[in-house]
């Protein structure tokens, strides 16, 4: 299969000229961008494309065009490559068109002439849009399937698994695919245990875990050296800056992680706040990015593997694993970050992947599309997952405990009360949820009057606010009365070293209660909570982990 294809349509020829020029300069190496200057000679070019077999991931073209309109060739199009991205280039009195196109053929987006700069105007659009492409409907492709239902929860943690590690993989709803239930039904005998992952090899894994995928694709799940001069628990910001900085000035590193590297960032559509990227950058490219700069110096990544315990040994630093065994160390960089809060309303554990979501839940995305969704909270995340969802969804209501979005960033609040399809509910909770194996309605309560009215919802999105992770150093050092963890001066006591303090010295910035054991992050108290403050921590914190290397 060759690379897939780009093609854009446009009846001018300076036009035509300088997008495909932009996409060749940004796509080039992925893609293979192609142009028409009329929608019949498109038409043309798209048939031979499927006599070929060659996949066609965005349609770029002009409404505006003599004969065949845009609007009009895509609806055309579609029908060769329904799951190809579908964008139109509209002038500003083709506004009323594209929306219209936004249901008829169900348009992704529709950019305004003149695009420039193409960095703010054009690419992060498009940057979404084949991400999107590529995680969910690579067609025709021969790597990883998987088989599944939509709404399961078990389908739900594979796919989350496989888009968090950025492996691109096909997905096969088997309540919409015949041929989906046929390959179903000729690897299981009776009731098929789903999802059922198809390895580019022929085998079929029946519900694996995240543990067993992983190892059965080939991604690093055990530690290669007998031992480490750093073991980091964690691949946020934090993790991988810490891994970057410690495996490039030459400390043999791993990095243990419980499920994808780049942690709630990664689970960001799009951070707009991290120096260098001024049009934004999504969590999930940054977190590519640093894991492959990582890996790059040497560090190693260990994925689906979960640090269940930390044993002082002195000198040595024990990392117990989730499967039972330990990965040994001089020096621990603790960097796991913070989860979600959990709802307390019964009936919600039950229904998490099965229309219930803690987080952005970026690979539901597709799912929402034309239905109505629900965000819970009032903070950035939750303004960034309305944001997205409304991309998506046919109409996003925030629902907001307090009387506004004053947690909020303004440009979030801005870029809020400019979409339409956004309604924000204040003074507004969940009072419960239905359904019985995916989510059907909620109980909308005015967080005033305690009044509640039952709602349809197709989608929940929660986003309530983090807690630290860090019960499995609760009796080893110390922490705050949340449970972050305290380091360097913040361990002294009235200005003097705690007691059990054993080193022969203060402990150093970034080093917990033990010696030798070091935090930074989201996880440690009073840290900043962005992804700066947790990529600033991870650098510096190796700083202070070199310092106690040459004493041990
Ligand atoms: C949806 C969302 C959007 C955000 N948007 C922005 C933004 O636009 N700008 C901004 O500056 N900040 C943003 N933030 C905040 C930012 O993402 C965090 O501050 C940052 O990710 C913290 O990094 P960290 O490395 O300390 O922890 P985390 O990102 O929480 O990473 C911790 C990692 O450790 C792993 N882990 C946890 N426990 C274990 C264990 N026992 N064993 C192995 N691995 C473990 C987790 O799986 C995770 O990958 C956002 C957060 C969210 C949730």
């Not at 940057?127 to 399961?152: H, K, M, N, Q």
């Not at 789903?194 to 580019?200: G, M, Q, Y």
């Not at 079929?204 to 991604?219: K, N, S």
Request: with cysteine; aromatic share 8%.
């Amino acid at each position: 299969m060759g690379k897939p294809v780009i093609l854009t349509v446009d009846d001018e020829p300076e036009v035509l000229h300088s997008i495909e020029r932009d996409l060749r300069q940004h796509y080039g190496n992925i893609y293979r961008v192609m142009k028409a200057s009329s929608g019949e000679l498109a038409l043309d070019t798209i048939q031979q494309l499927k006599k070929r077999g060659m996949p066609v991931a965005l349609f770029l073209v002009d409404q505006r065009m003599p004969g065949m309109t845009g609007t009009q060739f895509l609806a055309q199009a579609i029908k060769l490559y329904p799951d190809a991205r579908r964008v139109l280039l509209t002038a500003y009195a083709d506004t009323d068109t594209a929306i219209t196109a936004i249901n008829h053929i169900d348009l992704d987006h529709y950019l305004l002439k003149p695009w420039e700069p193409p960095s703010e105007r054009l690419y992060p659009v498009l940057d979404d849009l084949l991400s999107d492409w590529f995680a969910r409907t690579r067609p025709e492709y021969d790597g990883i399937r998987v088989a599944g239902t939509v709404l399961s929860p078990k389908s739900y943690a594979i796919r989350d698994f496989l888009a968090g590690n950025q492996i691109p993989y096909q997905w096969l709803d088997i309540d919409r695919d015949a041929a989906a239930r046929e390959l179903v039904a000729k690897v299981s005998e009776g009731s098929p245990r789903l999802p059922i992952v198809f390895l580019p090899n022929g085998e079929a894994l029946m519900q694996p875990d995240a543990r067993e995928l992983a190892e059965r694709i080939g991604m690093q799940t055990s530690a290669r050296r007998p031992f480490y001069d750093l073991v980091i628990v964690g691949g946020g910001p934090a993790g991988l800056a810490g891994a970057v900085y410690a495996a490039s000035e030459g400390l043999r590193t791993a990095v243990i992680e419980r499920n994808a590297p780049g942690g709630q960032a990664g689970t960001s559509s799009r951070i707009e706040n991290y120096l260098g990227f001024p049009s934004g950058i999504s969590g999930s490219d940054l977190a590519r990015r640093a894991s492959t700069q990582a890996r790059r110096f040497g560090a190693e990544i260990l994925a689906a593997q979960e640090a269940v315990g930390i044993q002082r040994k002195d000198p040595y630093r024990i990392v117990r694993l989730k499967d039972g065994s330990e990965v040994s160390c001089y020096a621990v960089l603790y960097t796991a970050g913070m989860k979600v809060r959990q709802l307390g309303i019964p009936g919600v554990q039950q229904l998490v992947g099965a229309g219930i979501y803690y987080g952005a839940a970026l690979s539901e995305a597709a799912t929402c599309r034309g239905h109505d969704v629900f965000v819970v909270g009032g903070a950035n995340s939750a303004g960034q997952g309305a944001v997205f969802f409304s991309r998506y969804a046919r109409k996003v209501t925030m629902l907001v405990r307090g009387p506004g979005l004053n947690a909020m960033s303004q440009y979030l609040v801005d870029r809020i009360a400019e979409t339409a399809n956004i309604e924000v509910l204040t003074g507004t909770v969940i009072a419960a949820v239905w359904g019985k194996d995916r989510l059907e309605a909620i109980a909308l309560a005015d967080a005033a009057s305690g009044r509640t009215r039952k709602v349809t919802a197709n989608a929940v999105f929660i986003f309530i606010g983090m807690a630290p992770r860090t019960e499995i150093l609760a009796d080893l050092v110390a922490r705050d009365d949340a449970g972050f963890i305290l380091t360097g001066r913040d361990i002294m006591v009235d200005g003097k070293r705690p007691p059990g303090w054993t080193a022969d010295r203060d402990p150093f910035p970034y080093e917990t209660s033990v010696p030798g054991i070091f935090a930074a992050g989201d996880v440690r108290h009073d840290s900043g909570k962005r992804v700066a403050a947790a990529v600033g921590e991870g650098s510096a914190a190796i700083g202070m982990v070199h310092r106690y290397l040459q004493a041990v």
